[in-house]
T-cell receptor, first 112, second 116 residues
Framework: KQEVTQIPAALSVPEGENLVLNCSFTDSAIYNLQWFRQDPGKGLTSLLLIQSSQREQTSGRLNASLDKSSGRSTLYIAASQPGDSATYLCAVPETSGSRLTFGEGTQLTVNP | DAGVTQSPTHLIKTRGQQVTLRCSPKSGHDTVSWYQQALGQGPQFIFQYYEEEERQRGNFPDRFSGHQFPNYSSELNVNALLLGDSALYLC???????????????FGEGSRLTVL
């Protein structure tokens, strides 16, 4: 059974800092890994999708890397802003098109 | 291009009642999945519908049932509500599979269910 862990559970940083969020998974036979953002009481917004054949994906100030062999992914946020404050979730499907297994998220607060 | 839409956004029920939640997938998507998210936790998979059939199911009791219509929209039904069913219910859609590669999942804003 796939298990996904996110560290840290919460993070508070001053504006402008570069930061790294971590995601680990127990079964390396994944098809892809997806990072989401969730604002309080809201749905999930897809940030980045990394296919299993890729090592990283970038979108603006966000960069996600994937190391299947070690069962890890990192989400790098450059020059953090107060608007980045949210919960960040990573998720992996067990097989193609199947259910996503989520971590419990990292709650990020960026202080002005 | 409308994204995934869910209704209602909020609802309050009492124990023992039944509830129906609705989801319209993103344009061009044919697969719909439902997730339950308790406060402070990651979403948990309930089930997935494709071609109007339940394809996969998570560890949820039979009180949770669903349906997918020919236009790909979907409903989630929960019978005999319990206090523990209070949660944010999220619908996600994904595009037709190409060569077995999983498409990106897109989520709606969710339906917040409170059971009193």
């Amino acid at each position: 059974k796939q298990e996904v862990t996110q560290i840290p559970a919460a993070l508070s940083v001053p504006e402008g800092e570069n930061l790294v969020l971590n995601c680990s998974f127990t079964d390396s036979a994944i098809y892809n890994l997806q990072w989401f953002r969730q604002d309080p009481g809201k749905g999930l917004t897809s940030l980045l999708l990394i296919q299993s054949s890729q090592r990283e994906q970038t979108s603006g100030r966000l960069n996600a890397s994937l190391d299947k062999s070690s069962g890890r992914s990192t989400l790098y946020i450059a020059a953090s802003q107060p608007g980045d404050s949210a919960t960040y979730l990573c998720a992996v499907p067990e097989t193609s098109g199947s259910r996503l297994t989520f971590g419990e998220g990292t709650q990020l607060t960026v202080n002005p | 291009d409308a994204g995934v839409t869910q209704s209602p956004t909020h609802l309050i029920k009492t124990r023992g009642q039944q509830v129906t939640l609705r989801c319209s997938p993103k344009s061009g998507h044919d697969t719909v999945s439902w997730y339950q998210q308790a406060l402070g936790q990651g979403p948990q998979f309930i089930f997935q519908y494709y071609e109007e059939e339940e394809r996969q199911r998570g560890n949820f009791p039979d009180r949770f049932s669903g349906h997918q219509f020919p236009n790909y929209s979907s409903e989630l039904n929960v019978n005999a509500l319990l206090l523990g069913d209070s949660a944010l219910y999220l619908c996600a859609s994904s595009p037709p599979r190409t060569g077995g590669v999983t498409g990106e999942l897109f989520f709606g804003e969710g339906s917040r269910l409170t059971v009193l």
